[in-house]
């Protein structure tokens, strides 16, 4: 059976609180072997490392703040994180982290100082980040470009942009493209755009509750679900679904080099 790894995933929320261990085996069942489980605040620690608790080896936990996550108690959060960074070695990766207009511009300043707070944990412990961007693309690029002399490894999550775009997230060595459920929708444009990326820089992801592919599209995601995506990306690539498996799987790893 093919082996994959679902580089992000929130089934340590509510969404999955009636079937939460059903939903990881048939995770396992499905050759989803490993399981990124990335925060989105402070406070959703302690259901993401119960989970990890419970499941060694399958879940791994990341620790941020999430940019539409960013309230009056930011200031707080981040020192709650950044304590619990320094005290323990669980975490394999800091995030999700990133910026995120979309929805609001109200917090514009407060979502890059946290930002910014992340990309500066990551270069005091080397771990890689998961970064997150909506209708940001351009404030992403200059922040990035900042830390361009850092080393910064990572995964832009949920990447469903251009073509030029992904040659500018991916022109930072170190770091992959996080593809998912949105590969899979027939009007997304994103297989064009993969066109000239090498499957060696992309990671499996399903950013599960949200964005479940095609067959299962507008329902709720889950990693059971990674085969479509990589059956898709297998098309694409013009190779079989045993190599995606291979090849996403040794990105991830080596992107996340605590899961091995």
Not at 81 to 104: H, K, M, N, P
Not at 187 to 208: F, H, K, Q, Y
């Amino acid at each position: 059976m093919n082996k994959f790894v679902d580089t992000h995933t929130h089934i340590f929320c509510e969404e999955f609180s009636e079937d939460r261990a059903a939903v990881v085996a048939r995770a396992v069942e499905a050759g989803v072997t490993r399981l990124l489980l990335p925060a989105i605040d402070y406070r959703s620690m302690p259901a993401v490392n119960e989970l990890c608790a419970a499941y060694p080896g399958v879940c791994y936990p990341m620790i941020g703040l999430h940019p539409t996550e960013i309230n009056d108690d930011y200031k707080e959060q981040l020192s709650a994180i950044e304590t619990a960074l320094q005290g323990s070695d669980r975490y394999v990766a800091i995030g999700e982290t990133g910026l995120d207009f979309y929805w609001s511009e109200e917090r514009r300043s407060e979502q890059f100082e946290v930002f910014d707070a992340h990309l500066q944990w990551a270069r005091s412990t080397s771990l890689p980040l998961a970064i997150h961007s909506r209708s940001a693309f351009d404030e992403l690029v200059d922040v990035m470009e900042a830390h361009r002399a850092a080393g910064l490894t990572g995964v832009f999550h949920c990447f469903s942009g251009s073509a030029c775009e992904a040659e500018k997230l991916l022109s930072h060595e170190g770091f992959y493209l996080g593809i998912g459920g949105v590969l899979t929708f027939k009007n997304s444009g994103l297989a064009t755009a993969l066109a000239s990326v090498p499957l060696e820089r992309i990671v499996l992801e399903t950013d599960s509750p949200y964005l479940a592919p095609v067959p299962h599209r507008g329902k709720r995601n889950e990693s059971s679900y990674i085969p479509f995506i990589a059956a898709r990306l297998a098309q694409i690539y013009g190779c079989t679904t045993d190599d995606v498996a291979r090849i996403t799987t040794r990105n991830a790893e080596t992107l996340f080099p605590l899961i091995k």
